[in-house]
């Protein structure tokens, strides 16, 4: 058997291990230890109410933000794109902070989501539409329309954060990405959307593996290049706009975990795509068990933690390119 192959099982394999192990740690770490849950039924409801909706939710949400930045990078040929990098996680979060001001408590549950999808589309297609017209769609040209975008969303951000009144606290914790408010209503709604954009790229593998050669020589090979670019925006708009609009702006997933799988098991999506759900699943489960196991004073929120990891990786990113650019 090929060894490329027999390392693609052996990582998958070791994913699907991993996920059971590290949500049954999360649900056991904290102030209240596994064996006083088992012995209070008042402290069993802790575990079934609190703490396995967020389990769920870090779970469902790291494999959408996983899943977006692989959907970006793939779309752009761009190993430094995510839907944190161009903007569109800011625009998603713009639209569904506008919608958490505006709306009112009993509203806000359908029209946060709602708002910060439609706003992570049109952010979606804004940002596919400049990278193009730069004619440096795999290049500069996005990482640059990217980060105008996100500039303007930020200061748009900026005047909602001044007009939040009372609701600043809670709006700031959301913007930085946070799971501290889970309960089961937002695991319920990602769990579809999850579903479907694993499915959804697991259909696709195919096409986007020949995508990866280029436009020209896919629409040669009887690939729809135009119908497949349509299906990654709607995927990378789709997967990262209700996550964020449900546990705020969580950067860098998108980014770390489709780069670190490429370059462990190749470029054929039809092992990216499980591997890349599973391993953000467990990267964000992971992060948001240690910033809730131990919070000295308050809460971390788990997107600041992931930046500081986030950031640094980016820069090296950025830096192996540029050698490898300048290598004659």
Known sequence: MDALVQRRRRVLLLLGLLLPIAALLALGLGPLTWQTCVADATLRRVVV????????LALLAGACF???????????????ASPYVIGISHGA??????ALLAASPAAAWLLVPLTGTLAGLLVTALTLVL???LAEAAGAGLILAGIAISAFFAALTAGLLYLAGEKLAALVFWLMGGLTHAGWHEPLT?????????????????????????ERSAADLGVETTRLRLHLVALIGLLTSVTVSLCGVIGFVGLIVPHIFRRLLGADHRWLVPA???GGALLLLVADTLVRTFAFRGELPVGVLTAL????????????????????
């Open 309 to 328: 990891l986030g950031g640094p990786f980016f820069l090296w990113l950025l830096l192996r390119r540029n050698n490898t650019a300048g290598t004659p």
């Open 190 to 214: 990602l769990l579809p959307i999850t579903v479907l954009g694993l499915f959804w790229m697991q259909r696709l593998a195919p096409a986007l593996n020949v995508w990866l050669t280029g």
């Open 276 to 278: 890349s759900a599973a």
């Open 66 to 80: 996983s899943l977006g930045g692989l959907a970006a990078q793939t779309l752009f040929r761009n190993p430094l």
């Open 49 to 56: 109410e609190i703490r396995l909706p967020r389990v769920l």
């Open 131 to 133: 990278a193009l017209r």
């Open 93 to 98: 979060a713009t639209g569904a902070a506008l």
